[in-house]
């Protein structure tokens, strides 16, 4: 099984949604374009500080997450924006080291109705749903 990369658009929610009411422009959201691995083992959408600083998000908490070296304690910091593939979604972001690159957890597939096809290491819209953007509510 190979890696699957997508790119991503990360927006500060509170930027957007004053963007939205028409209190700021756009060009006063803030906001980064980058590409993120895919990965279902993952729970959170994850950036590096760098690009969390960028964002201007605030720290929510810190918790306690699992990565391969072992236990650690991260901050997740809320109020994203996250578009992929011309669909968004609202998420808190827990923070990676500089060296890691950005991940999108299976929150963020859920939340986008996206699937992975690993065979052309892709997201594909849910099959289930016939393609279309919906939420299961069962």
Do not use: W
Request: net charge negative.
């Amino acid at each position: 099984m190979g890696r699957t990369v997508v790119s991503i658009q990360t927006q500060n929610y509170s930027d957007y949604h004053r963007m939205k009411v028409g209190e700021i422009p756009e060009e006063q959201v803030r906001a980064i374009a980058t590409n993120a691995l895919v990965d279902t083992g993952a729970t959170m959408l994850c950036l590096p500080n760098s690009q969390i600083a960028q964002l201007g998000l605030s720290p929510i908490e810190k918790r306690k997450v699992v990565t391969a070296n072992g236990e650690v304690e991260r901050t997740v910091y809320g109020g994203a924006f996250l578009t992929v593939m011309g669909r968004s979604c609202t998420l808190d972001v827990t923070e990676l080291p500089e060296t890691a690159p950005p991940l999108v957890g299976y929150l963020a597939l859920e939340a986008l109705d996206f699937v992975v096809d690993p065979t052309r290491q892709r997201l594909i819209p849910n099959p289930a749903h016939g393609g279309k953007f919906m939420h299961d509510l069962l």
